[in-house]
């Protein structure tokens, strides 16, 4: 069973404040994540229906609040970022420094090659998908190639077309 959650009386002051003074909805269901545990008798997963959010908001939100009371900092800066990442940004560059360095010098960039070597330095299977997004976020896009050649020569093609012989004869139709 999980341990019950401490909740001060200063933070049921903050939070009957915060509800009292919310400007936004998110203030109040912030006040009411404390709130209604207290006064209901709610558990988290109840407070997170009533209020239409996650429990780990709730959780989120009363954290919160009993930061404020303590005076601790903000750690809102703290989500989003690469939490599963097998390289970091600079092994990531590194790991394909040698691709780019070929491309560089006029080379085709093929994946499986690439993915070969991911999965041979990490030790273990990894979707090909992993290796196009690492690419993506490097920089690198899918080129499609021109419409045509970059040695072409349009005064010899344009030559082509009035001297060449035209072969237009129709070929007889067999019949049945």
Known sequence: ?????????????????????????????????????????ASNAKTAEVLCVGVATVVRMQKQIRDQVRGAPSQKGNW??????????????????????????????????????????????VAES?????????GWRKVAPDTCHPERNPEAQEDFKKNSQRRWMRLPRKTS
């Open 80 to 125: 989003g970022g690469r939490r599963r990442q097998l390289l970091s940004l600079e092994e990531e560059k590194a790991f394909l420094e040698p691709w780019v360095q070929k491309a560089e010098k006029g080379g085709v960039l093929v994946v499986p090659p690439i993915h070969d070597a991911l999965e041979k330095r990490l030790g273990h299977k």
């Open 1 to 41: 069973m999980a341990r019950p959650a401490k909740r001060s009386e200063d933070m049921f002051n903050l939070a009957r404040q915060m509800a009292r003074q919310a400007k936004t909805p998110q203030e109040l269901r912030t006040g009411l994540s404390v709130l209604i545990p207290e006064y209901c008798g």
């Open 130 to 138: 992993t290796v196009y997004r690492m690419l993506a976020r490097h």
